[in-house]
């Protein structure tokens, strides 16, 4: 399972501490970083076991799941902009009056009042789950939809892709993981830059030089798959195309 699926099926408890337990392994949602149990790994002075260390790693490189869950795109969380700045304030500890002076709001009732909204929002979202995890149980006929990555952007219908429809055009475009032919309409593009995607390992930086050699091997427009994978992105690059690596 790779690691957008993995943290779209993870539960409430799994996604606040950032990792799933496996059994030979604590495996980041946020990176995909797999961490061996049995071993005693060594940070600076100290020496943590594996889960220990696997929370010491998010610290270390993601600084909190709060924060790595605040910049993803707010069709993927589903907070305004207002609400974001509002919930990473109440997050740092900040009182009403600080509140209110940071983000220029008129009065500390209005402050209050987006608690309100926001405490209700989450009531709401508690009954969602709750239905849906009914409906899952009964619904038969629903398709399995491949979950978006998590760093999507501009996450519209072209994500409402089923698993059904992914395989289909992998079968027609990169029927032996080779592509034949640049796919005509956006979902297509959007599910073959998905496998492409599967090129590069997370967590490996690449030079221009190798990202286009292990693209090239697959299309020999490397220079078009390339832009794609930033522009859905799938990979992230310095501002001069030095360096690439995956999106996490």
Same mark, same amino acid.
């Given at each position: ?13 799994? $996604? ?9 392994? @604590?495996? +980041?949602?946020? +990176? ?13 002075? *100290? $020496? #943590?076991?594996?889960?220990? #260390?696997? &929370? ?9 799941? @709060?924060?790595?869950? !605040? ?16 919930? =990473? ?7 009403? *009056?600080?509140?209110?002076?940071? !983000? ?18 989450? =009531?709401?979202? *508690? !009954? ?25 952007? /501009?996450?519209?219908?072209? #994500? ?5 429809? &992914?395989?289909?055009?992998? &079968?027609?475009? !990169? ?17 073959? /830059? ?33 832009? #794609? ?20």
């Amino acid at each position: 399972m790779d690691t957008s699926a993995m943290f779209w099926n993870a539960s409430i408890q799994e $996604l606040k501490k950032g990792y799933v337990e496996e059994t030979d392994f @604590f495996t +980041c949602l946020l +990176c995909g970083k797999r961490i061996e149990k049995g071993i005693i790994y060594p940070v600076e002075d *100290k $020496l #943590y076991d594996a889960e220990r #260390y696997t &929370q010491a790693h998010i610290n270390q490189e993601h600084v909190s799941v @709060f924060d790595y869950i !605040m910049k993803m795109d707010k069709k993927l969380t589903g907070l305004t902009e207002h609400q974001n700045k509002l919930l =990473r304030l109440f997050y740092e500890g900040k009182n009403n *009056k600080e509140i209110q002076a940071e !983000m220029g709001i008129g009065s500390i009732s209005t402050i209050r009042n987006h608690r309100f909204v926001l405490k209700e929002k989450e =009531r709401q979202a *508690k !009954m969602f789950l709750a239905v849906m995890e009914l409906l899952n149980e009964r619904d038969a006929h629903a398709p399995v939809v491949v979950p978006p990555h998590k760093q999507a952007r /501009m996450v519209d219908s072209r #994500y409402n892709v089923t698993e059904e429809e &992914q395989e289909k055009v992998i &079968q027609k475009f !990169m029927p032996e993981g080779v592509l034949l032919a640049f796919p005509p309409k956006e979902k297509q593009r959007l599910i073959i /830059m998905r496998e492409m995607a599967k090129k590069f390992k997370a967590g490996q930086v690449y030079s221009e030089k190798e990202t286009n050699e292990i693209l090239f091997a697959v299309f020999n427009d490397y220079v078009k798959i390339r832009r #794609y994978l930033i522009e859905y992105g799938f990979l992230n690059r310095k501002p001069d195309g030095s360096e690439y690596w995956v999106n996490e």
